[in-house]
Nanobody, 127 residues
Framework: QVQLVESGGGLVQAGGSLRLSCAASGRTFSSDAMGWFRQGPGKEREFVGAISWSGGNTNYADSVKGRFTISRDNAKNTVYLQMTSLKPEDTAVYYC????????????????????WGQGTQVTVSS
């Protein structure tokens, strides 16, 4: 059974930091590009960032560029989203997703291009 499980969400004050984790199981994710998305209250799900299967390439939404960093540890089948300088508008449920096209060099930004999804973790940033 393929699973992606996010953790690390919570309540943080504006300006604070959080690190989200996404643990994968059920298949070899080390060959998959991984993405992070979020869905704020009353909003559509939006792209946050993505990382290539090797970790050598990343892509970020303009709204988080310079504040968020994606990394991965393929030995642990885990992807991370380090969030700093958090703002109230970052409040959302954060999802990780896997692109099951092995060794793809494309970092997709649309949610329909990802094949596996976690259940999400809530991040709330208070002002």
């Amino acid at each position: 059974q393929v699973q992606l499980v996010e953790s690390g969400g919570g309540l943080v004050q504006a300006g604070g930091s959080l690190r989200l984790s996404c643990a994968a199981s059920g298949r070899t994710f080390s060959s998959d590009a991984m993405g992070w998305f979020r869905q704020g209250p009353g909003k559509e799900r939006e792209f946050v960032g993505a990382i290539s299967w090797s970790g050598g390439n990343t892509n970020y939404a303009d709204s988080v560029k310079g504040r968020f960093t994606i990394s991965r540890d393929n030995a642990k089948n885990t992807v991370y989203l380090q969030m700093t300088s958090l703002k109230p508008e970052d409040t959302a449920v954060y999802y990780c997703a896997a692109d099951a096209n092995p060794y793809s060099t494309i970092l997709h930004t649309f949610d329909y291009e990802y094949d596996y999804w976690g259940q999400g973790t809530q991040v709330t940033v208070s002002s």
